[in-house]
């Protein structure tokens, strides 16, 4: 048996930046890894900045200490000393380094800078080390926050976490966005959405939620449109009305700003970004809010059935000028612009219970409540010309019995875009798809 | 303004099972919501089943209430009683019926039953009804928990999430099990794993994971094959050995298991399942396991580079047997069937610095360490006839700087087959793809 070895559990984390700002008041000895971010010399004193996977340490080299090179991965012993100028105000004085790898080339672009000083399209090429940067990396971990606290605002609100397949049979629908993927003897084509398999599940869990990618085959390249996104779906059984579903996203983006709130102070720092403040949030009716907006700014109106860029952001100064919140729901869509599984207002069918949800003028959620009913769906399928019979699956579940339920997606990458405030939705994606781009 | 409704977010969740059992020494009136899920008369007394979204309730229906149908969807108002035969110790005696909706057909097959008594090719038919057995859903239940377990244990250890592109530029690697899509004036392949983005991503946040789908063209239909499925993946750098990431592999499965004994009860219990015991886990070298497994259960040997399904089994059964352990690692994978970016052993290049392992019998984690030099990095590349300007976004991390690491990728629905002793992968994922299936 001499040669079975045991794995036992890993028993620790490393250390993280909070504590080692605690210990600058006992002086006390640490080891601790991370990479050369830049070296710095002030008045003849050698400082390097170690970036860490929470943060950065500041760290005094003395002389007798053999310089490392920027990009080298380190082990540093040393004492934490409290230093009021240093980032977290304690800076760790080395006694040993050893270099546990080093580049083989300096860095092509200076990334310790604050500001890069890059056009996007070469920080998007040279994406695996700009995202080393400590404001795309701040960026990145704001996006981890976002998705954290959507999964648990909703797991503690009794929701099961669900993950569908991307790969489909070509839909009955059609769609002229989709990507096709010839799939052995058959064609498939990349989810657009988890729509119908949401909706499936609410038979089975009543309330569930995924977070996956979702493709889009648009041809347009722009700033607010990406080929490939993070899709933050739920879909809610026994709703009342379409306005439970609506005061669910309020209750989940509300637990997401409090998480960041909480737990990711350093990078909301970083990035000087101050978080929407989410009490009740304001809904208007789609030609109200059309209406008014175009009013207040002088709008020219373009199409009665949907909203432009243009439209939505001045719908979304509005909110904040005259109704005081940068979120604002814009609800019964008209039914022209809706999919098939939308529930028409029983008050006026030209208007469907939906809603979208803009976040500082650009919208970031689509939502509303399904139809349920089995013949009132195959007659709204075939009312659009399309075949009850391209629907067999689906209908399976309006079929055998369905609660009244709806659902909203949010594109997790324009949340975050409006969130930092960024031009271009690109900056929030980690490794953005658009119609030229496939990599890195 | 009068037009302006505003939206409150969502203040409470549906009351839970444990709730509704909490009240039957009470005798309470509750409200609550679910679909019938089977009706039945015992000795003229009529009850139904609700399936709730976290459990079943028992309800006696008195004469004077009009019967539901199975498949309604209702909202039963009634006085909780202690029922010590009813599941969970205690029924609800509804006093009024609201019917929210009604299904235009009976069910196809018997959901209500423990066992449907289909075939595998029937149920995935029926999946968006058969997932409402109460069985399969708890499966599905668990399936949530395995990946709660994976992200809460790793969030707890300073790793980063992220969500890396699936569609990808056409890999220099290759690789006949890429499914190809057109992409506009390019084509892109499927991401078969987020490999080169969780290293890349390793420069930045130093610890990284990822949940998400990815795709194998593989052309067998097999029991232990699915052409999406999900995989757990994560990278850790700064690790001295490859033993570092065996190490977090076994406690991140030790919490998982903890976290489905904790919270998963009902489901477990429901199954009959009994969960593996995870203390230290046996790592058996590669050669040795194969030898040993061949001695003590008398097998041909193949493949000297690789382990057969049969061998798989057999080493499972050695582990159990001779080593008290329903997990074994197996390490140092000959180079010939690892990827390019494996590092080779340094005592013997014939070997790599990897792992597979095997629970119950089956491949369900294959990791290893990676090469981080890029002196070296280049050379594998060269050495297996590929051009390594062919890896130039791949190969930027390794030029300008990577600390040693190393990851893994745990394929999920292979875990929870092996987990419920399944004999078909397909029973442990919501809507499997093999090569013929795309819908549901």
């Given at each position: 048996?001499?040669?079975?070895?045991?794995i036992?559990a890993?028993?620790?984390?490393?250390?993280?930046?909070?504590?080692?700002?605690?210990?600058?008041?006992?002086?006390?000895?640490?080891?601790?890894?991370?990479?050369?971010?830049?070296?710095?010399?002030?008045?003849?004193?050698?400082?390097?900045?170690?970036?860490?996977?929470?943060?950065?340490?500041?760290?005094?080299?003395p002389?007798?200490?053999?310089?490392?090179?920027?990009?080298?991965?380190?082990?540093?012993?040393?004492?934490?000393?409290?230093?009021?100028?240093?980032?977290?105000?304690?800076?760790l004085?080395?006694?040993?380094?050893?270099?546990?790898?080093?580049?083989?080339?300096?860095?092509?672009?200076?990334?310790?800078?604050?500001?890069?000083?890059?056009?996007?399209d070469?920080?998007?090429?040279?994406?695996?080390?700009?995202?080393?940067?400590?404001?795309?990396?701040?960026v990145?971990?704001?996006?981890?926050?976002?998705?954290?606290?959507?999964?648990?605002?909703?797991?503690?609100?009794?929701?099961?976490?669900?993950?569908?397949?991307?790969?489909?049979?070509?839909?009955?629908?059609?769609?002229?966005?989709?990507?096709?993927?010839?799939?052995?003897?058959?064609?498939?084509?990349?989810?657009?959405?988890?729509?119908?398999?949401?909706?499936?599940?609410?038979g089975?869990?009543?309330?569930?939620?995924?977070?996956?990618?979702?493709?889009?085959?648009?041809?347009?390249?722009?700033?607010?449109?990406?080929n490939?996104?993070?899709?933050?779906?739920?879909?809610?059984?026994?709703?009342?009305?379409?306005?439970?579903v609506?005061?669910?996203?309020?209750?989940a983006?509300?637990?997401?700003?409090?998480?960041?709130?909480?737990?990711?102070?350093?990078?909301?720092?970083?990035?000087?970004?101050?978080?929407?403040?989410?009490?009740?949030?304001?809904?208007?009716?789609?030609?109200?809010a059309?209406?008014?907006?175009?009013?207040?700014?002088?709008?020219?109106?373009?199409?009665?059935?949907?909203?432009?860029?243009?439209?939505?952001?001045?719908?979304?100064?509005?909110?904040?000028?005259?109704?005081?919140?940068?979120?604002?729901?814009?609800?019964?869509?008209?039914?022209?612009?809706?999919?098939?599984?939308?529930?028409?207002?029983?008050?006026?069918?030209?208007?469907?219970?939906?809603?979208?949800?803009?976040?500082?003028?650009?919208?970031?959620?689509?939502?509303?409540?399904?139809?349920?009913?089995?013949?009132?769906?195959?007659?709204?399928?075939?009312?659009?010309?399309?075949?009850?019979?391209?629907?067999?699956?689906?209908?399976?579940?309006?079929?055998?019995?369905?609660?009244?339920?709806?659902?909203?997606?949010?594109?997790?990458?324009?949340?975050?875009?409006q969130?930092?405030?960024?031009?271009?939705?690109?900056?929030?994606?980690?490794?953005?798809?658009?119609?030229?781009r496939?990599?890195?």
């Open positions: 048996m001499d040669s079975v070895k045991t036992r890993m028993e620790s984390a490393p250390v993280t930046t909070a504590e080692l700002a605690a210990l600058k008041d006992g002086g006390g000895m640490v080891t601790v890894h991370g990479m050369v971010h830049t070296l710095r010399n002030f008045g003849g004193v050698r400082f390097a900045v170690l970036r860490r996977h929470d943060g950065v340490t500041q760290v005094v080299l002389e007798d200490i053999r310089l490392p090179k920027e990009g080298d991965a380190v082990e540093i012993t040393g004492a934490i000393v409290a230093e009021p100028r240093a980032p977290g105000g304690y800076e004085r080395a006694e040993s380094i050893r270099v546990l790898s080093t580049p083989s080339e300096p860095m092509p672009v200076p990334i310790h800078k604050t500001n890069m000083g890059l056009t996007l070469t920080d998007l090429s040279l994406r695996p080390v700009t995202l080393r940067n400590l404001r795309a990396r701040a990145m971990k704001l996006q981890e926050g976002l998705v954290r606290g959507f999964r648990d605002s909703l797991n503690a609100r009794g929701f099961t976490e669900i993950h569908s397949p991307k790969l489909e049979a070509l839909s009955a629908e059609g769609g002229a966005n989709v990507f096709r993927v010839p799939y052995f003897q058959q064609h498939a084509v990349l989810a657009q959405s988890p729509q119908f398999y949401k909706q499936m599940m609410v089975v869990f009543e309330r569930v939620f995924e977070v996956g990618p979702v493709f889009r085959a648009e041809k347009h390249n722009t700033a607010r449109h990406l490939e996104y993070t899709s933050l779906d739920l879909e809610i059984g026994f709703i009342d009305s379409f306005e439970d609506m005061s669910n996203e309020t209750y983006l509300r637990y997401m700003m409090n998480l960041l709130r909480s737990e990711y102070a350093p990078q909301l720092g970083s990035l000087k970004l101050t978080l929407p403040e989410i009490g009740a949030i304001p809904a208007l009716r789609f030609d109200e059309k209406a008014r907006a175009a009013e207040a700014y002088n709008l020219p109106r373009v199409d009665p059935n949907d909203l432009t860029p243009e439209e939505e952001q001045a719908i979304g100064r509005y909110a904040a000028e005259k109704l005081g919140s940068e979120f604002v729901f814009v609800t019964h869509y008209p039914t022209k612009k809706r999919p098939v599984y939308a529930m028409d207002d029983p008050d006026d069918a030209r208007y469907t219970l939906s809603f979208d949800l803009l976040f500082r003028g650009m919208e970031v959620t689509t939502g509303g409540q399904r139809i349920h009913d089995y013949d009132r769906q195959v007659a709204k399928i075939a009312a659009r010309g399309l075949d009850p019979a391209g629907f067999e699956c689906y209908l399976m579940i309006h079929k055998h019995g369905m609660p009244p339920h709806g659902g909203l997606g949010m594109g997790l990458e324009r949340l975050l875009k969130l930092i405030g960024a031009n271009n939705i690109r900056t929030a994606c980690l490794f953005p798809r658009d119609t030229t496939l990599s890195p």
